[in-house]
């Protein structure tokens, strides 16, 4: 046993502690450091859906059902595998509209209904105040265990009076924290990142507390998991926990509902959904927390098996409550130090699950409970105070105040009933009801505020009749006798067993009759008229909310606004400052110098209604609004008009896109175009000046050689008979040089005349190096040709291919060295080609003129060491090769020597070539 | 198109998640056999939420980069 101020003092540090990390983690937030902001603070904080009912009660149902408790932690690991596309879309809407709980996501998506939000918070209260409750219960039956005054003999009330009850000294101390760090101003986030801070430090040291006692009754108690487990095997009466059958009543039935149930709760409960949702900083932490939080329950619920198998070994079945076993087993082996690190532990889990109940709950019962009937009194909507920031956060404070309290007294007064003690499984049944309308509200158009009305209630409805209603039955509150013969004595309206259907467990037969009357109610309510036009534009908003900006208007409002009329209205309920510095930063982002000169537009109104949905809920936001505007009623048809125009508009700027797109497009063709135009236009220029050129020099010779002859009629013959001959030979020049040049002309445009023959190539080269043998002789160059044993007859125009072999040739005997040359012509036979090589072994191209050869009248080399000739052979030569389908191109080039190489493609079987 | 398919995967998890630790599949792994002396259904469910969260780790983690 403990001594008492030890347990108290180490709890009050503890808790000191808590707004140590609350108040660093607030400090930092406001430097822009942010402690939260970051996954694995995201992921821890999530750890608050285990609880103090985790905690103790995992090991006590796991000792009562063996495995049959593991669901609860089974169902959120499913559940967030999906959370990367549910909880995603949630946390795009909740910002998106500035929705701070489950009960303003629901009034917001049906057309901002006050009712709807005030139903969903009367749930959402009477479903977990009672686990709040249970919390406060947890941590003082620890304390009691802990002092060792848990003896009735001493205590016959069992319970100390309130003003000595520690309990209340730790509901006040969390109301302290809860109001410091939850309503510390006001937020149109309502983000709280001291208090988030807070809670990821809570989950790690409830992680630990526990890892600590599972290792230390498995490895030291006793010698290991597998020891406890043959231990256990050894006891018939405990042989039912290791199978399934432990679970007894639940069933394969129940184990599912089981996991569906936790799957709703891991989202929809108001603690979850603060967390995950409204203190999300950064939609890609949810990645990291969609594997790392199942990870988290995992390892939390590793020795829960092991502990429960402990403790019964140890102390039997019945002796003690095994939900004390993580306190009792250490406490029973003198082991005093861990026995307070459980139990502040336990005060982790308790305390971090009572923190974000009570934030949640508190702005959904000001944000749609008090507000809404404060705007209905006139003097307030009218404006009789100017500034309403101090009232709000009153409201806020009173209503965590409240509702601690409420817990307070509940636990009092529950004791150790029933009803109090099975409170986990019903609190989560109760937010189920939350999921039809909330999952069909993100992904179906078409649900109506009656629909979601109808569906809650009848939910909620059967939910108090099928386990609120019995549980107090149970707790002796109500005449049990109910429970038998249900209301009215009427058999077949047992609430244990509605119509008669059995073979269920309470929990599932609940949720199973619930979730039928609340989906149903709201899919037929709502199938009965079409949406409203408030329904239908929220509708849209919620469901395409991953498609703003994409034909999706930002809002759905006509009307006229005055700025004047907005930024006073904002102010009232967020303060001077904040709603001014959000004006000007609205207005700097649309480039408007002054918040005054804004135009107020849809947008505009859309932004000063989410401001105030931010501090007081979307429904009281839109009446607030409504009063200092003028607008239209919108009906569905409206609706529709302004998306038709909304999608239209973005239709037509697609459009727009589009054609500037083709434009631009056809821009840079037609620059393309033109350049190409000056480039012909200049190798034009270049082609003329090259002809003239190539023209003149033999005309100059012949002229100057004809005046000569003219003029000196003396001269004698011999000299007579030379001029002449260099007329005649300049003559010829000039002759093949016109003839080359229409040649090509011809050939380019495709008017040439081309004869098809059947051609041996081996005759062909032997024919051509035969008519150049004596050019070669007179240079003395060494001609070899090379030809295979036979060659393939190939189609195509005979002499035309033979100007290319000869100009192949001439080329190469201009270029070798006098005396020394060698030239050799080979032939090669492919299967789809034959390939002609001449190489030669002269100077070789000069670099970065192999490509320019190929071009009219370029010619290698500079001026004067350039060889006569026209600058046409090469061009006109590559222009017959192509004209034959094959290519031209010189394949080797160095110093000493270059080759140039043609293919001709062979006839495919049964094919010509076709030359025209 | 990534976000798509991991979108994809991760329903697929899910769907494959509710078949194994439900009846009936379930059911097959309720059997009095202990390996390394732990009940083959503890065995079982924990290595399946393991496995879930491995799965889940790698296809979340992989569209991040």
């Known amino acids: ?76 690991t499913l559940g967030f595998a999906l959370a990367w596309l549910v909880l995603l879309k949630m946390i795009r809407i909740a910002r998106s509209y500035r929705i701070t709980s489950i009960a303003d996501f629901i009034a917001s998506r049906y057309g901002k209904s006050h009712v709807l939000g005030g139903l969903v918070t009367v749930i959402a209260v009477v479903g977990t105040v009672p686990y709040i409750a249970l919390q406060l219960k947890a941590v003082a039956s620890g304390y009691t265990l802990l002092v060792g005054d848990h003896d009735p003999a001493l205590h016959p009330s069992g319970l100390p009076g309130w003003w000595s009850d520690g309990t209340l000294y730790v509901a006040l101390t969390l109301a302290a924290f809860t109001i410091l760090f939850g309503t510390r101003h006001l ?63 639940m069933g394969y039935g129940g184990w599912f509902a089981h996991i569906l149930l936790a799957m709703l709760s891991v989202i929809f409960l108001p603690r979850q959904f603060q967390i995950a949702v409204v203190e999300n900083v950064n939609e890609a932490h949810l990645r990291r927390a969609t594997w790392a939080f199942p990870a988290y329950l995992l390892a939390i619920n590793l020795f829960v098996i092991p502990i429960a198998l402990g403790g019964l070994l140890h102390f039997g ?103 109090l003690v099975s409170i986990g499984l019903i609190s989560f049944a109760a937010v189920a009801q939350f999921a039809p309308a909330m999952l069909g509200g993100m992904y179906w158009r078409g649900g109506t505020r009656e629909g979601a009305l109808v569906g809650l209630l009848a939910g909620f409805a059967v939910w108090i009749y099928t386990l609120l209603l019995p549980s107090f039955a149970k707790s002796g509150w109500l005449d049990p006798s109910f429970l038998e013969q249900g209301v009215f004595g009427a058999g077949w309206l047992q609430p244990e067993a509605l119509f008669g259907l059995e073979g269920l467990d309470n929990i599932s037969h609940a949720l199973f009759w619930s979730l039928l009357a609340n989906i149903g109610g709201y899919v037929f309510v709502s199938l009965r008229r079409a949406p409203s036009g408030a329904e239908a534009s929220q509708g849209m908003l919620f469901v395409d909310v991953h498609r703003r900006g994409d034909g999706l208007p930002t809002s759905f409002w006509r009307g006229s606004a005055e700025v004047r009329d907005l930024m006073p209205l904002v102010a009232r309920f967020l303060g001077q400052r904040r709603s001014e510095e959000a004006f000007a930063d ?205 060659a393939p007859v190939l189609q195509g125009d005979r002499d035309r291919l033979l100007q290319v072999v000869l100009n192949l040739l001439s080329n190469a005997a201009k270029f070798v060295p006098r005396g020394a040359g060698r030239v050799c012509v080979a032939l090669l036979d492919g299967p789809q080609e034959v390939r002609v090589d001449v190489s030669d072994n002269g100077p070789g191209i000069p670099a970065g003129m192999e490509e320019v050869i190929f071009q009219k009248f370029r010619q290698g080399g500079d001026e004067r060491s350039r060889p006569q000739g026209t600058g046409l052979g090469l061009p006109i030569s590559r222009q017959i090769v192509e004209r034959h389908g094959g290519r031209l191109w010189l394949s080797a080039n160095s110093a000493a020597g270059a080759t140039f190489s043609f293919t001709l493609p062979l006839p495919a079987a049964g094919s010509t070539v076709e030359l025209e | ?56 780790a790698w296809i979340v983690e992989r569209g991040a980069r």
């Not at chain 2, 976000?3 to 059997?31: C, E, T, W, Y």
Request: hydrophobic share 50%; aromatic share 8%.
């Open chain 1, 586 to 790: 609205y207005a700097r982002a649309h480039g408007v110098a002054d918040a005054l000169h804004l135009r107020a537009d849809a947008e505009l109104v859309h932004f000063a209604e989410s401001l105030l949905a931010g501090a007081i809920g979307s429904a009281s936001a839109r009446v607030m609004v409504s009063s200092v505007v003028q607008e239209e009623v919108l009906g569905l048809g409206e609706v529709m008009d302004i998306l038709d125009e909304a999608t239209q508009v973005r239709a037509y700027s697609r459009k727009l896109e589009e054609k500037s797109r083709a434009l631009e497009a056809a821009t840079a063709e037609l620059r393309a175009a033109n350049e190409r135009l000056q480039e012909l236009d200049r190798l034009k220029d270049d082609f003329m000046s090259s002809v003239t050129h190539e023209l003149r020099t033999p005309l100059t010779s012949i002229r100057a050689f004809s005046e000569m002859l003219l003029d000196d009629p003396d001269i004698d013959v011999a000299d007579r008979q030379r001029f002449l001959g260099i007329v005649v030979s300049e003559t010829e020049r000039l002759t093949r040089l016109v003839n080359q040049v229409l040649d090509m002309a011809k050939i380019e445009s495709g008017q040439a005349e081309w004869h098809t023959d059947d051609i041996d190539m081996r005759e062909l080269l032997q024919h051509a190096v035969d008519s150049t043998g004596q050019v070669f002789r007179d240079r003395g160059v060494d001609v070899e040709l090379v030809l295979p044993q036979a």
């Open chain 1, 187 to 249: 937020d149109t986030t309502e983000r709280h990142e001291g208090m988030v801070a807070a809670i990821a430090f809570e989950s790690v040291v409830k992680l630990l507390a526990f890892l600590a006692v599972g290792l230390y009754v498995s490895y030291v108690v006793y010698d290991g998991v597998g020891d406890l487990y043959s231990r256990a095997a050894q006891h018939p009466e405990f042989s039912g926990l290791l199978g399934l059958e432990g679970m007894q009543r």
């Open chain 1, 317 to 419: 079945r019945g002796e003690v409550d095994p939900d004390t076993f993580v306190l009792s087993l250490p406490l029973e082996h003198g082991d005093m130090a861990l026995a307070l690190l459980v139990f502040v532990g336990g005060l982790s889990a308790a305390t971090g699950m009572v923190i974000v109940e009570v934030i949640a709950l508190s702005t959904m019962v000001c944000n749609d409970l008090v507000m809404p009937i404060l705007l209905r009194s006139r003097r307030l909507a009218l404006g009789a105070r100017r500034d309403l920031t101090g009232l709000l956060l009153g409201i806020r404070r009173g209503a965590i105040i409240v509702v601690l309290l409420l817990g307070y007294v509940y636990f009092r007064l529950a004791g150790e009933a029933y009803a």
């Open chain 1, 1 to 76: 046993m403990l001594p008492s101020w030890l347990v108290v003092g180490a709890s009050f540090a503890y808790l000191m502690v808590l707004f140590a990390v609350a108040y660093h983690g607030d400090r930092r937030a406001d430097q822009g450091r942010s402690v939260i902001d970051n996954p694995w603070t995201y992921t821890l904080s999530l750890g608050v859906y285990c609880t103090a009912w985790t905690y103790f009660g995992s090991v006590g149902r796991a000792a009562s059902s063996g495995i049959g408790f593991l669901p609860v932690y089974l169902g959120p």
């Open chain 2, 1 to 56: 198109m990534r976000k798509g398919l991991a979108g994809q995967r991760l329903v697929a998890v899910f769907i494959a998640g509710m078949l194994l630790l439900n009846f009936p599949l379930l059911s097959l792994f309720d059997r009095p056999e202990q390996p390394f002396g732990i009940p083959l259904l503890h065995i079982y469910l924990f290595a399946v939420w393991f496995g879930l969260v491995l799965v889940i």
